[in-house]
């Protein structure tokens, strides 16, 4: 019950692409305090449009999705959307994930099964300013930020100073010698992502093709990993 001093409910939209799941945390979110939930989608693109009518304060967002993944409609939101925070809720705990989601402007990560306190918790970080991340990911999440400054300090030595982090991990992958496939099923963004990606770092390594950006790669010692 809320009387004249309460403060107003934090606005949420739930966005999974499996609909028992997305009931679920509607349920869920909807029955905590101080939480009201605007909006729903099954996809990252449905997503867009939802978090473009309703303005929320936060969006509980899921990864591995159609049309648009998570982390591609998370740097979308919080690029276009300033006062909207993103929560991730997934069942994917990998490194390159976690820090994709970071990267992507993300103020907290969840694992699925995580008790309704904690995304009860996350949710109110995210709407005020701060990151909330599971017990079995802060370990990680403080390693990257106490080697935040050394990304600076390597590139003066890096032969590819104007590549992105994105484009980094995906040059480092195809130096491996994954296929592009392979690459978007590891990063969970969709094929497009990754060729738009690769045509970057063509132009970046001013490499006519695959195998010339593969060589100039492995010269600066990726892939080796």
């Keep these: 019950m809320s009387g004249p001093s309460a403060s107003p409910a934090i606005r949420v939209v739930v966005v999974d692409d499996h609909q028992i799941v ?38 509980v967002m899921d990864i591995q999705m159609p049309e648009l993944d998570g982390i591609e409609a998370t740097r979308f939101i919080t690029g276009r959307h300033a006062g909207t925070r ?36 996350a949710v109110r970080a995210a709407a005020t300013g701060g ?32 590549l992105t982090d994105r484009e980094r991990t995906v040059l480092e992958m195809l130096a491996a010698g994954r296929s592009n496939d392979a690459i978007a099923a590891e990063l969970y963004v969709s094929g497009k992502t990754v060729r738009n990606t690769v045509s970057a770092i063509y132009a970046k390594l001013h490499a006519a093709g695959r195998a010339e950006a593969i060589v100039k790669a492995r010269e600066a010692g990726y892939g080796r990993g």
């Design 22 to 59: 997305r009931d679920g945390l509607v349920a869920l979110l909807d029955a905590l305090d101080g939480i009201e939930v605007v909006g729903s989608a099954a996809d990252g693109r449905e997503a867009l449009h939802v978090v473009g009518e309703t303005t929320p304060d936060v969006v």
């Design 131 to 162: 990151m909330v991340f599971g017990a079995s990911l802060a370990g990680r999440v403080a390693s990257y930020f106490a080697g935040a400054a050394a990304p600076a300090a390597r590139a003066a030595d890096d032969p590819f100073p104007d």
């Design 86 to 121: 993103v929560v991730m809720l997934t069942m994917n705990e990998d490194d390159e994930t976690v820090l994709a989601a970071m990267r992507a402007g993300a103020s907290g990560y969840l694992l699925k099964g995580s008790g309704a306190e904690e995304v009860h918790n």
